[in-house]
């Protein structure tokens, strides 16, 4: 994944860009940076890898480094941003969101030729260099993105800086996740996370609809392009990678886990569920709305039997190699023995993808003595690897758990009744159910369905993208 920040203000805007940058941390853990435009010397930039530290300890000089009423920075998963484009639309920093697929058919039959790219490892290009050079096809920014958003297969979120301390941001086409702006006294800002704006002060201005662009300035914006009518924003915002405190399209991001938790608890009751439980709890930190939803409901007492040690330890997926993250995540969870020793523990996760972590956890749980661990995902079975944002993505959707079991039980064949296995009420369902439950040390294992899920959002299903779990576009 990934998110930005950008201001254009009637002061200093790099303090507000800092800050803003790093209240989207929990969105990538490759790359960030930086840039800014002032009148004495320019343009200003500065990126660096956040792979075994924080944003900002990162960026702590950059008060020193760089200034300018107008600023953007972003925090990256994947290629290194924001760059430096100079180009026919003028000098500008430009940084993205999402995904190019098509890069390679995009060179091929999109730009004229004779356009060169910097390689990088194994000779792939930066998408965010290549977005830019289909914006330069154009004779303007608005044209230039709209273009860019019509080739790309994939999804591309746009932040440019301007000379003349002038921002442009585009949403995707489908809106498959949020552009908002804030407004202060001072000016105006551009963001994913909406609290990351409160925060710093500002209220909400506008959110950009779907393929909508906007120009940003110190005394307000001007939409450049229309909004769409049709919209796939990504269900998973809410599930896993929003920020509890955001809201998207209306919805706050906490709220909607509560009701997604009550909804599992629903389904286990009308499903005869009987299990003694001694405590609900989540897998921290996105699964424990969810339990705390399903332990209102339920009136199983909520409890915490592991803490996160996170002041030191690095988030668990940093590693590179499995080893690596496995023994990190084991690190840092540490057990309180009263709430484990002996109890029968109903466990929510916010998504089961790969399962690898998730044994390790309730192997560990086991190990300090718990009588049995149920387990439940706060989402459907993830049949498809995302090709729309750098989320559940896999080199071969045999890694998802849910259909490399689908693979074990039936072979291809059925590879053409993932509906049914996704549907807890079938017995294709019930066989996948049964057999990751037993391939991960489950006592029992439940998905909440995609009608769950739909509910507890709160908004139309055809606004919503589902693709990871139906396979819907």
Sequence with gaps: MGGFFGAALRHDAIMDVFFGVDYHSHLGNRRAGMAAI?????????IHSIENSPFRTKFENIFDEMSGECAIGCISDSDP????????????????VGIINNADQIIRECLPDGVHFNAMTGGLVNSTELLSALINCKSSFAEGIAYA?????????????????????????????????????????????SFAYEKLGYTKAYELGPGEIVSVRQDGFTIEKERGEE?????FLWSYYGYPTSCYEGVNVETMRYRNGEIMAENDEKGGFASPLDYVAGIPDSGTPHAIGYANRSRVPFARPFIKYT??????????????????????????????????LLFVDDSIVRGTQLKETVDFLYDNGAASVHMRSACPPIM??????????????????????VMELEGEAGFDHL????????ERGKRLRLAIAQKLHFATLDFQSLEGVIRAIGIEPCKLCTYCWNGKE
Aim: with cysteine.
């Design 38 to 46: 002032n009148k004495e010397v320019g343009f200003q930039r500065s």
């Design 81 to 96: 941003q924001p760059l430096l484009m100079r180009s026919r639309l003028g000098t500008y920093a430009i940084c993205m």
């Design 149 to 193: 958003q019509s080739v790309i297969e994939g999804t591309v979120n746009v932040l440019i800086l301007c000379e003349g301390g002038v921002l442009i941001c585009a949403r995707d086409k489908m809106g498959r996740i949020p552009v908002l702006l804030g407004k202060c006294e001072d000016g105006y800002c551009v963001s994913f996370e």
């Design 231 to 235: 919209m796939r924003i990504c269900s």
């Design 311 to 344: 002041p030191t330890w690095p988030r668990s997926f940093i590693g590179a190699k499995t080893a690596d993250r496995k023994r990190v995540a084991k690190m840092k969870m540490v057990p309180v023995h009263e709430l484990i020793a002996g109890k029968n």
């Design 384 to 405: 498809h690897s995302c090709k729309f944002l750098n989320f559940t993505r896999s080199t071969s959707e045999m890694d998802l758990i849910a259909r490399r079991t």
């Design 419 to 426: 509906d049914e296995y996704s549907d807890g009420a079938t």
